[in-house]
């Protein structure tokens, strides 16, 4: 099944985290890199995160520059791309911030196992696709918004859904920014985690790029395979 054009963009510590241990977002970036992260959003169909990264930081996930928002209403499309959520359990609250802010289309990834009632209700805020028994099925998931029309896919996290993206073959490139910080703490999320790789399935990558910017360094790699 043809599926989008998929890169993870993400911002890290130097130590590899891209929270602390209790989950609480930090500003890992600075101003020139958010303002890249910016230009990738405006640039993309879609942007798509995990609940966990819903229920820990309440995203909007919309485009932040009035110029880039201009730009995409003059090229006919909305203000905000899709704003996507991998959501098994149909967790995503009602009121979270990805529906009261900006204009765009949402859509939810949800699993059978999902609670009916909740679907429901998500359907009123969101086109609602159902893939996979008890955890979304990725692969089939992508095939499904590449049909919907998002050819370009941007994820933006967390660390269990770069883990299932990664592991499953469906990301072509990714771009960490690692900032000039320590986080530290062995449950703080790293930038994969999830289950992990054994010694034989080890993801390889090659170096696009590397760039310094402000007081970090931008790493752009293209995901070869195991
Ligand atoms: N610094 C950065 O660039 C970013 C940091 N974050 C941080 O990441 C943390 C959240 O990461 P996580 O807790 O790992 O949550 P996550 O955002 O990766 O969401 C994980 C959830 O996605 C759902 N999911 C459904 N189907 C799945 C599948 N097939 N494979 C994988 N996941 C599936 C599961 O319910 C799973 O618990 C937060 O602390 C947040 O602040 C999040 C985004 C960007
Ligand atoms: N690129 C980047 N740099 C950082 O320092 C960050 N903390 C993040 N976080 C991501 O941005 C999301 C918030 O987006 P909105 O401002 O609400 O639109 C957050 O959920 C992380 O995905 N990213």
Redesign the pocket.
Known sequence: MERPFIFIN???SADGK??TKE?K??R?SGNIDFKRMDQLRAGADAIM?????VM??DPSLTVKSPELKKQRLEAGLDENPARVI????ARTPVDADIFKKGEGKRIILV?ESAPHDKVAELKKKADVIIT?KE????PAAMGQLRENGIKRLMV?????????MISNGLVDEIYTFVGNLIIGGKTA?TFV??EGSTEDNIIKMELLDAEKIEEGILLKWKVTGK
């Open positions: 993400s911002a890290m891209i929270s989950r977002q930090v890992i995160v995990g609940i966990g990264t820990a930081d991998v959501d098994s359990k699993s996979g955890s979304v099925d990725l933006e996290g967390g660390a269990t859904l770069n883990w299932g999320p985690d999830g």
